[in-house]
């Protein structure tokens, strides 16, 4: 499985951008689909998640400003970001999960600590930087 995110960029606060992010391979696997924040050196932040099926979760400090969403016709996961502040800058990866399921942000959470990366993709993220 191969994940690859575009659409970052610099904005003032206040602006908006939307990832997107196509993945390949074994997508119908997938019960979890998502996004995290994470800069080299730093800790994870889970930002959203959607499930297989198609419900949508969010962490406290994007509710209401981000929204994800997805193509399963194209493979492609999105993220659109409105009201952006300047705590928002970081590198924005996308992750797909497979395997035994549990709750789509706790999954993103947990891969690679207490879920094993096998069950799990993630790209090389893309940046995103907000002025204020």
């Known amino acids: 499985v191969q994940m690859v995110e575009s659409g970052g960029g610099q904005v003032q606060a206040g602006g908006s951008l939307k990832l997107s992010c196509t993945a390949s391979?074994?997508?119908?696997?997938?019960?979890?689909m998502g996004w995290f924040a994470q800069a080299p050196g730093k800790k994870r932040e889970v930002i959203a998640g959607i499930d297989s099926d198609d419900i949508e979760s969010y962490v406290e400090s994007v509710k209401g400003r981000f929204t994800i969403s997805r193509d399963s016709a194209k493979n492609t996961l999105y993220l659109e970001m409105n009201d952006l502040k300047f705590e928002d800058t970081d590198v924005y990866h996308c992750?797909?999960?497979?395997?035994?399921?549990?709750?789509?942000?706790?999954?993103?959470?947990?891969?690679?600590?207490?879920?094993?990366?096998?069950?799990?993709?993630w790209g090389q993220g893309t940046q995103v930087t907000v002025s204020s």
């Open positions: 992750v797909a999960i497979w395997g035994p399921r549990q709750e789509c942000l706790s999954a993103i959470k947990a891969l690679g600590v207490t879920l094993p990366v096998d069950y799990g993709a």
């Open positions: 391979g074994k997508t119908e696997d997938f019960y979890c």
